[in-house]
Structure formats: structure tokens, C-alpha cells
């Protein structure tokens, strides 16, 4: 039965893993659903070579978190496989009391994984953890095309530390820190030459033009901002 509880136990922490991973990637502006699905391609080694996975993979970020998923993919289904083994080796009715635990266990953690209440609060819990680790921070900023005097066009996802998260662009210090706002993405809409009373949500990505600086100011974690 030992067998039968480690495959258990794998599949569950990998099915975590998943989760984790397309919250992270949703943090970095990844629509939900294709980072449901690219974090799962990535773990699972299938699948990976769609058209979206070409916006994943293009930010060093989001090739971190794909990398890490691919080597701990690759881990989860060579003990699956040896616990699989090994538990297939009983005979009789021991054997039907195996797999019909397995199967057990295996629909349990579907519906658990499928429930929408408590995955949003799941969620939750993991974008605090990584906002107050600070993981993502550092990365928030991907320079699409660097110019002439240190001005850059870049791609920023709005945080919940970010100081203009909520305000309007009127409202914002992005005018002031000579930030222009070229375009906004959210939930897989884009919004090009926003107005000025459109306001900046959380997990929104901003292709904007100015420094590198002035932009991490306006729309970067808020300066002080405590780290749990």
C-alpha cells in the first residue's frame, strides 16, 4: 500500500506545483486560462509548442518559472512511474483494493483541484506570498525595445504594491515621472492610446515609453513597501 500513497502524494504536490506556477505566470500578465494551460504543458512535456507559448517564453521571467516546471515535471513522472511500479506487483484481490484506492484518491483530488470557490482563495494566498517574497518584482519591467538616452518601451504588469494601482492614468505620477502609456492588455483585451480616466487594475500589462527608472517609480512596487 506504501507505493500506492507516494504516487498519491506525487500526483497531489505536482498538481500544487501546477497551480502555483499559472498563478506566478498570471502575475506577469499571462490571461488565466493560457496560463493554466502552458503551465500544465510545460510540467506535463506535451503540448508546449503552440503560438502562445511564444509569449511565455520570450520573457526571461516567465522562462524561469517554465524551466523550473519542466525539471520538476520531469521528476514527478519518473516517481509516479517506479511507485506505479511497485504497486502494481500485488496479485488478486489485493491488487483490485490498489487500484480502486488509487482511482479513489485520484477523483477526490479532482474535484478537489476543480473547485472554483477554493481555488480562487488558493490563488490568493500564493499571489500575497510571492508579492511579500519579492520573487517577481525584480522581473516586473521587460524592455521590449531600449533607445537612444536611456528611454526604453517596456512591458510592466501592474502589482498590488504598485503606488498607481487603482488610479486613473489622469491620477497617476506617470505624467510626472515623463512616463507615456502606449497601450493596455488586460484579460486577453488590448486597449491602445488609453484614455486618461481609464484606470490601471491589478494584473494589467502597460507597454508605456520613458525611462527605466521613471517607469519602475510609477508603476512598480511602491518604494518602503514592507516585504513579509
Known amino acids: 500500500m506504501a507505493p500506492i500513497l507516494v504516487m498519491i502524494a506525487v ?3 505536482s498538481s500544487v ?3 502555483i506556477a499559472a498563478v506566478a505566470l498570471e502575475m506577469t500578465g499571462v490571461e488565466a486560462r493560457k496560463a493554466r494551460f502552458q503551465a500544465l504543458s510545460a510540467f506535463t512535456g506535451t503540448g508546449f509548442t503552440t503560438r502562445d507559448s511564444e509569449e511565455v517564453i520570450k520573457y526571461e521571467h516567465r522562462r524561469r518559472i517554465i524551466m523550473t516546471l519542466m525539471i520538476l515535471g520531469n521528476a514527478g513522472f519518473v516517481s509516479v512511474i517506479a511507485a506505479f511500479a511497485f504497486s502494481m506487483r500485488a496479485a488478486g484481490s489485493a491488487l483490485l483494493v490498489r487500484v480502486a484506492v488509487l482511482l479513489i484518491a485520484l477523483y477526490c483530488l479532482y474535484k478537489l483541484m476543480s473547485n472554483k470557490g477554493l481555488m ?3 490563488a490568493r494566498i500564493v499571489e500575497r506570498r510571492i508579492e511579500s517574497s519579492g520573487l517577481l518584482e525584480s ?3 521587460d524592455e521590449l525595445l ?4 536611456g528611454y526604453v518601451v517596456a512591458e510592466v504588469t501592474i502589482g498590488e504594491k504598485s503606488p498607481n494601482e487603482g488610479k486613473s492614468l489622469r491620477e497617476s505620477t506617470l505624467r510626472e515621472n515623463d512616463v507615456l502609456v502606449i497601450a493596455i492588455q488586460r484579460e486577453g483585451k488590448v486597449f491602445p492610446a488609453p484614455r486618461a480616466d481609464m484606470k490601471l487594475r491589478l494584473k494589467d500589462a502597460v507597454v508605456c515609453y520613458g525611462k527605466a527608472e521613471g ?3 510609477a508603476l512598480g512596487p511602491a ?3 514592507k516585504r513579509g
Open 139 to 141: 522581473q516586473r519591467l
Open 11 to 13: 500526483v497531489a504536490a
Open 223 to 225: 518604494r518602503g513597501a
Open 120 to 122: 480562487r482563495r488558493f
Open 17 to 19: 506545483v501546477v497551480r
Open 215 to 217: 517607469i519602475r517609480k
Open 146 to 149: 531600449r533607445m537612444a538616452e
